[in-house]
Every structure is written in structure tokens, then in C-alpha cells.
């Protein structure tokens, strides 16, 4: 039997507290997963997160949790601005990461990370997996099959809305609670392209495949926003569209914005000659996929969370169950050697998706992708 993987938590902020830590430390992990560490700078946070979830230590320093922590492996869960300089640190230090998303801001240091992992034989497992859920498997073989005619078009998108202000760890008055959640709405990192249509990105690319070229228009829609009876300024555009192009003139339309969700949501609606898939329904009417409840009657969303390889038993009924699936997929990859399909190459093509986007709005040229998986 492989040794259970040695976990390093990296941020005790909203992901973590809410979902990361209370999954990794169910007893049933217990001979897969020991949370060896946790880091946050804000004082106290940590050791707070290390008492309440059962970790070995806490640490204010992310340095002294990879030089002291004993750690196997990391699971990055700080502001996206950080993933990239956070997740070389932990390459150069041995570590294998698992990216929450998303794992970088650029294409360029995303290369850079994935060439790294090769040169030291690590992991990288960069969310969100959202191939692993049986529904968007499904999708892609019912359009593939000519189950809706010739596919014209994709809708897809998501939207802030007030989301990160109204979390239920923002409002509190003790470490664990008041975390402060103004990044997301500055560089680098910010926006709700890198935080919530980089799913739908995932999911549209790992249905239709790689994307050739991107254009789009993208800005500052809401300036200042309002957290704990103060101004957060935004600086990082909260209002993108984006126009994608599949080759053969098939195209994909991608909002991420500050109000206001594109049909097909996070998951992406599919127009084809003969028919449309949105969501779970086929023409209207549910359609079957592995593990499908025929009791489940919702429309769409995200659809069946708890359809994941991993999220069984008291997993089910834990928040942020995608969350807890990919640190699994990068557990099992270690313990057992076997690949998963949450793959950095695959995670590096959305960011080139979104990087060109924004180089497209301010140079008003369309951008040539330069990335495949
Ligand atoms: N909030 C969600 O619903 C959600 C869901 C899925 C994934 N995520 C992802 O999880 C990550 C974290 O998001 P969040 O919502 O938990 O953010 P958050 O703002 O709630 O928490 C971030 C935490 O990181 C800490 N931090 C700041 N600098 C740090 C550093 N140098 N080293 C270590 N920690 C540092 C902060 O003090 C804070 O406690 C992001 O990549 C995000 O996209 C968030």
C-alpha cells in the first residue's frame, strides 16, 4: 500500500475553510491524505484553521510551511495573482501542487511551471476537472454522435454578481470568518474570467477540443464595490465578452461579467442544426449519463456535483465537493501513479483563452492561440 499523501494547504481563506479542510479531514481519508500544514499570513488564521480541521502545524510563512511542514504535496489556494510564484516554489522544493483555479495568470508562466514538474518528475493537477463529471462526458458524445445535427454555436459564461462579498466567511468577526475577498476584484488574478467562466472554459474546450483564435471586448463596468463598510476599487475588468473561434466556423461566445449569466451558465448551451444541449437537458427533456438520478428534475446549473469519482458517503453532504475531487486526483496520481485528466496542458489553454481575450479588447486585434492540449 502507497503511504498517504503528506498535504500542505496553502491560504486558510474561503475555499479552504469551507471545503478543502473539512473533506481532507474525514476519516475515511485517513490511510490517502494527512494535512500535515497550513499557511496564512493573516495572524492567527492559520493556527486557527490547524485547530479546528485537525492539521499538524500552522504556519504565518509559506516558506516555513515547505521548508518545515513535511510536506509531500500542495494544494494552492490563495489569490490567483500568487499560484504562479507560489507553485515554483513548491516545484523547485519537490513538492507535487494541485492548482486551485486558476493556476496561472499567463501562458508564459504556466510553461514555465509545467516544464518544471517534467524536469523534477512531479504533478501538477490544475482545476477545475470539469471533464470528470459524467454529464459533459456525455455532451461531448451526443454532439460528436450528430445527436443535435451540425453544432453551430456555444453560449456560455458566468458573472460576480455581489458572489464574493456575500460568501459565509466574509461577514464574521473572528479570523476564520472576515476573510477579506478584495483580490478578486484587482491584478493580477481578479475578474470573473480567471475566477468563474474559466469553468465553462474548461468545459466548452473539453467538449469541442482546442480553440484557434479568440477576439473580444473588456472593461471596468462596476468601479467600486463596497466589503465590511469600506471601498474596494476595481481595477481588474469585470466586464468581458469574448467571441472564440473552434475552426470550420464553429464559434463559442464567453461572457465573464458583473451581472448577468449567458444561457448555458458555467456548463455552456450547445445550438446545433437539429437540436440544442443546455445544461442536463437535450431539446428540453433530461438525458441520460451515468449515474444520473431520473429523479433529478433540475433544469441545469452545474449539474450533479456529487457525480464525481471521489465524492461518495459523508463527501456528499460537504461543500465544494469539485474542489475536494481534484486534490484527490492529484492524491491518487501520486499514491498510484495513475494520470488524471485535470491537466495542467489543459488548464494552460483556458489561460491562453483568457490572456488573448484581454489582449484582444485592448489592441482591438484577434489573437492566434498558441496552445493545444
Ligand atoms: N471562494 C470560492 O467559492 C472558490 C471556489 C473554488 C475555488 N476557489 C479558488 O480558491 C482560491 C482561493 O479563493 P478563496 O475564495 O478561498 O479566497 P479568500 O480570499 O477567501 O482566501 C485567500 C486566503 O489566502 C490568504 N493569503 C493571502 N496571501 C497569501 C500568501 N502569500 N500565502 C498563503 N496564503 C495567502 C489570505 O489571507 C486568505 O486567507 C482561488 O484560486 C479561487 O479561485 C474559490
Redesign the pocket.
Given at each position: 500500500m502507497a503511504a498517504a499523501v503528506r498535504m500542505g494547504v496553502?491560504?486558510?481563506?474561503?475555499?479552504?475553510v469551507r471545503?478543502i479542510l473539512p473533506h481532507l479531514c474525514q476519516p475515511d481519508l485517513a490511510d490517502r491524505v494527512k494535512l500535515a500544514a497550513v499557511?496564512?499570513?493573516?495572524p492567527g488564521?492559520a493556527d486557527a484553521a490547524a485547530a479546528k480541521f485537525g492539521v499538524e502545524q500552522g504556519f504565518t510563512e509559506?516558506e516555513d510551511l515547505l521548508a518545515r511542514g513535511d510536506v509531500d504535496a500542495v494544494t494552492i489556494?490563495?489569490?490567483?495573482g500568487?499560484?504562479y510564484e507560489?507553485g515554483k516554489l513548491a516545484l523547485q522544493a519537490g513538492k507535487h501542487v494541485h492548482f486551485?483555479?486558476?493556476m496561472t495568470v499567463t501562458v508564459a508562466e504556466a510553461s514555465e511551471l509545467i516544464d518544471l514538474a517534467a524536469a523534477n518528475s512531479l504533478r501538477i493537477v490544475a482545476?477545475p476537472g470539469e471533464m470528470l463529471r459524467p454529464h459533459h462526458v456525455r455532451t461531448r458524445e451526443l454532439i460528436a454522435s450528430g445527436a443535435i445535427g451540425t453544432l453551430s454555436w456555444v453560449s456560455c459564461g458566468a458573472a460576480f454578481g455581489t458572489y464574493?462579498e456575500d460568501?459565509s466567511?466574509r461577514g464574521g468577526s473572528d479570523v476564520l470568518s472576515n476573510?477579506?475577498?478584495s483580490?478578486y476584484f484587482r491584478k493580477p488574478g481578479g475578474g470573473p474570467m480567471y475566477?468563474m467562466t474559466v469553468y465553462s472554459l474548461h468545459t466548452v474546450t473539453g467538449i469541442l477540443g482546442p480553440a484557434r483564435r479568440v477576439t473580444a471586448m473588456s472593461g471596468v463596468r462596476v468601479p467600486v464595490r463596497s466589503f465590511g463598510g469600506r471601498d474596494v476599487e476595481t481595477d481588474a475588468d469585470d466586464n468581458t465578452a469574448v467571441l472564440i473561434d473552434f475552426g470550420a466556423n464553429l464559434f463559442c461566445v464567453a461572457t465573464g461579467t458583473a451581472a448577468g449569466g449567458m444561457t448555458g451558465g458555467m456548463g455552456g448551451a450547445f445550438y446545433g442544426t437539429k437540436g440544442t444541449i443546455n445544461g442536463l437537458l437535450l431539446n428540453g427533456e433530461p438525458f441520460d449519463f451515468p449515474g444520473r438520478n431520473p429523479d433529478e428534475r433540475s433544469a441545469r446549473g452545474h449539474g450533479n456535483q456529487a457525480l464525481l469519482p471521489h465524492v461518495t458517503g459523508v463527501h456528499r453532504d460537504i461543500e465544494?465537493q469539485h474542489?475536494y475531487e481534484d486534490v484527490m486526483q492529484l492524491v491518487d496520481w501520486v499514491r498510484d501513479g495513475s494520470p488524471s485528466i485535470v491537466t495542467a496542458e489543459h488548464a494552460r489553454h483556458v489561460i491562453d483563452i483568457i490572456e488573448s481575450a484581454y489582449r484582444a479588447a485592448s489592441t482591438g486585434q484577434t489573437q492566434d492561440l498558441t496552445t493545444t492540449f
Open positions: 496553502v491560504g486558510a481563506g474561503s475555499i479552504s471545503g499557511c496564512d499570513p493573516v488564521r509559506y489556494a490563495s489569490p490567483i500568487l499560484h507560489q486551485n483555479k486558476t482545476s464574493h460568501e466567511v476573510i477579506d475577498p483580490w475566477d465544494e474542489v
